[in-house]
Nanobody, 112 residues
Framework: QVQLVESGGGLVQAGGSLKLHCVAS????????MGWYRQPPGKQRELVAR???????YYVNSVKGRFTISRDGAKNTVYLQMNRLKPRDTTVYYC??????WGQGTPVTVSS
């Protein structure tokens, strides 16, 4: 089972940016789809964005135009660039890989 380790979360003011990193413990070549989830307080974990090994992306409506997901196979890394952050984006973000691989999460706090 591949291990996923996230970083890049933190505290930012509304309108600011953060870039999340997810590094895999081995090659992500065989992980066809990777993505980011988040779990707002009191709500179910939701898919934020995902990217296939062919570069096909998907975004939940609430982040379209603000977030960009990308992956670098050579570095076994998936990124989530988050721009124009809003207070409602505050929560823990989890890296995910097809095959039910999960990271421990990185917290994001957006102050108003």
């Amino acid at each position: 089972q591949v291990q996923l380790v996230e970083s890049g979360g933190g505290l930012v003011q509304a309108g600011g940016s953060l870039k999340l990193h997810c590094v895999a413990s081995r090659s992500t070549f065989s992980i066809h789809v990777m993505g980011w989830y988040r779990q707002p307080p009191g709500k179910q974990r939701e898919l934020v964005a995902r990217v296939s090994d062919g570069g096909i992306t998907y975004y939940v409506n609430s982040v379209k135009g603000r977030f960009t997901i990308s992956r670098d196979g050579a570095k076994n890394t998936v990124y989530l660039q988050m721009n124009r952050l809003k207070p409602r984006d505050t929560t823990v973000y989890y890296c995910w890989g097809m095959g039910d691989c999960w990271g421990q999460g990185t917290p994001v706090t957006v102050s108003s």
